[in-house]
């Protein structure tokens, strides 16, 4: 089966610009989460979605990041202002309800 | 809230020499425990899944344990392509359809030849 999709792959950018992340998840799979993971640490939930509908974003800074799936497939996650401190993976994954997360290979943001 | 820690942080280990990485974890419950391997510039990739205390699970050189405050990764006889980060992570038994994992930082594992 093909995996978790996500582009770009690398991004560079400068602060107060905004950036956009994209994630196909795995064909069925209906929870799609979005991970940031800071260098030299494990990845930290930002969102959880069901289908269409968010689940958590308890950890979310709805200031400055938002994210969407419409039609329950692809998502899309979005900062905007970005800062220094937003460096960092940003890792997709999906799965079949409370079955193994599968992992794409994430987006590498820099924000100089 | 729940918490993972994972030590030690790095292991250097040489072709053959086995060791251990340890997962300590609270949670309100806990559905699952996860382990994890990523290695440089890609995705965690599953390893395994245990649901409860007693549990053990093998795949080639790895084993996994668990209790009922941690999980061990027991590594027999490494070989240099075991080099990567383990990561290990919990889900609890929140209900409904949060299936969120919460990670810890990881142990760097290399393994020279």
């Known amino acids: 089966e093909a995996g978790v999709a996500q582009s770009p792959r690398y991004k560079i950018i400068e602060k107060r610009q905004s950036v956009a992340f994209w994630c196909n998840p795995i064909s069925g799979h209906a929870t799609l989460y979005w991970y940031q993971q800071i260098l030299g640490q494990g990845p930290k939930l930002l969102i959880q979605f069901q289908n269409n509908g968010v689940v958590d974003d308890s950890q979310l800074p709805k200031d400055r990041f938002s994210a969407e799936r419409l039609k329950g497939v692809d998502s899309t996650l979005k900062i905007q202002p970005a800062k220094l401190e937003d460096s960092a993976v940003y890792l997709c994954?999906?799965?079949?309800?409370?079955?193994?997360?599968?992992f794409g290979n994430g987006t590498r943001l820099t924000v100089t | 809230e729940d918490q993972v820690t994972q030590s030690p942080e790095a292991l250097r280990l040489q072709e053959g020499e086995s060791s251990s990485l340890n997962c300590s974890y609270t949670?309100?419950?806990?559905?699952?425990l996860f382990w994890y391997r990523q290695d440089p510039g890609k995705g965690p990739e599953f390893l395994f899944t245990?649901?409860?205390a007693g549990e053990e699970k093998e795949k080639e050189r790895l084993k996994a344990t668990l209790t009922k405050k941690e999980s061990f990764l027991h590594i027999t006889a490494p070989k240099p392509e075991d080099s990567a980060t383990y990561l290990c992570?919990?889900?609890?038994?929140?209900?409904?359809?949060?299936?969120?994992?919460?990670f810890g930082k990881g142990t760097l594992l290399t393994v020279n030849p």
């Open positions: 949670v309100s419950g806990l559905r699952g």
């Open positions: 992570a919990v889900q609890p038994n929140s209900g409904g359809s949060n299936y969120k994992l919460t």
């Open positions: 245990l649901y409860s």
């Open positions: 994954a999906s799965s079949f309800g409370p079955s193994p997360l599968h």
